[in-house]
């Protein structure tokens, strides 16, 4: 029984029988070839963005500048560093601070800290993810994990140098904290995130769906300890100045963003998605009754997604600690489309659920009609990451053409979300009838 657990499993982590098996393969070696080049060209990338305008924040931080404040694109050109599109960063105050220790050592030097910090977090990821807490087998944590490098969002993260892996091993951490029931914990690694990256706040759903007070009473206290020490050491102006560039305040545009920018190919967000057709139709500056509609649409699909999360975990009451973390993967799909802004490499984020679906497929406890769909988003985002990211810098978003094939970014986004709802609402107890709350995964040995 235990060998015959293993053989099917192990076809499942190749993506299952036949040609779902040689597809999934050929999409995940092109992952890993993309991450190749990408990690080829790293030596250097100190003097491009993104990673020039964390290093420039934090120099002028250091220097008791406000960085929320001065044009961060002069700044960094006088640092000798290649500009950001973006005239003001688009990070908390807390990140500004948390980052401000690097302006210490040379750029080069803060750029391999970033880089190591960035691959440890990503190896404790998978560690998190596939590690002995999964159940696997040896040889199937590795292929998992090799599947995982190949998710091209991640090449993406360390092209430009980005904070989402950090986002990753933080959210995976919260999640093994909350099947443990470390309220406290969970509660204060949730604040930290929240304050650090702002949209992990989402999560907060999660726990309010599972009724887990305790821990959301963590997050509150936690976080506003750790809003109250952010601005006792940036300072009242500098936290203003960072409300304004989000446009809260002053009636700026939303993170300053040139409208082009808003929807270019690498932003595959429901609002980017919503907003280029007509900004194709009637220009980059669209009538007040088409901002209108284009707003109201936005909360209206945001506030049925948001419902569906909540009712599906609310619902969900066979498997109370969220073993497999059927209803934690929907909530990681729900919060990149509730942001406002999705960069290519946020979708790193989604390897959480496609990797707990691969590991509930390795217990037998999944429908073939709910990993196999998951394989093809997974599939649908590594190619279409790598063709975005090509249009973006070499394409105008402008021309209809090219932005209609953005539009499949959402599109891959929110196939995902669908993968991460179906592996929620599946009737786990009709069709898998041994799994109970506590019980050993099939073909486990106990």
Known sequence: MRQHAITNSQAIAIGGPESAGAGIVVVAIAGLLYLIVVLIQLPGGSQRGDFSIYYACAVATRRGLDPYAINMADFTRELGLEPDVFTHPADTPTFTLVTTPLAVVSAPAAYAIWVGASSLCLLASLLLLFGPSSGLDRKTAVAFSLGALGFTPIADNFRWAQSEVFVLFGVLLFFRLTQRRRDAGAGVILAALGLLRGFPLV?????????????LAFL????????????????????????????????????????????????????????RPPMIWFGVDLPRTVVFIQRVVVLAIRVVILGLAFSTTARASVDVDDRRGRSFSLWIATMLILTPVVWLHY????????????????????????????????SFIVLI?????????????MDWRVSLVAELGFLALLSAWIAAYRFATEPVEAEFGSIRKGAPAPGTVV
């Open 203 to 215: 999560l907060g759903g999660y726990l309010s769906a599972w009724r887990r007070w305790n821990a």
């Open 220 to 275: 509150a206290i936690a976080f506003a300890i750790g809003t109250a020490l952010t601005v006792a050491l940036i300072g009242v102006p500098s936290t203003t100045n960072f409300l304004r560039v989000l446009g809260i305040l002053g009636g700026n545009q939303w993170f300053s963003l040139d409208p082009r920018w808003g929807i270019a190919a690498a932003n595959v967000s429901l609002d980017a998605f919503v907003t």
């Open 347 to 378: 979708m790193v984020l989604l390897i959480v659920p496609f990797g707990l679906i691969a590991v509930a497929a390795y217990h037998q406890e999944v429908s073939a009609r709910v990993w196999r769909f998951a394989i093809l988003s997974y």
């Open 385 to 397: 990451t790598l063709l975005l990211s090509v249009l973006t810098f070499r394409k105008d978003i």
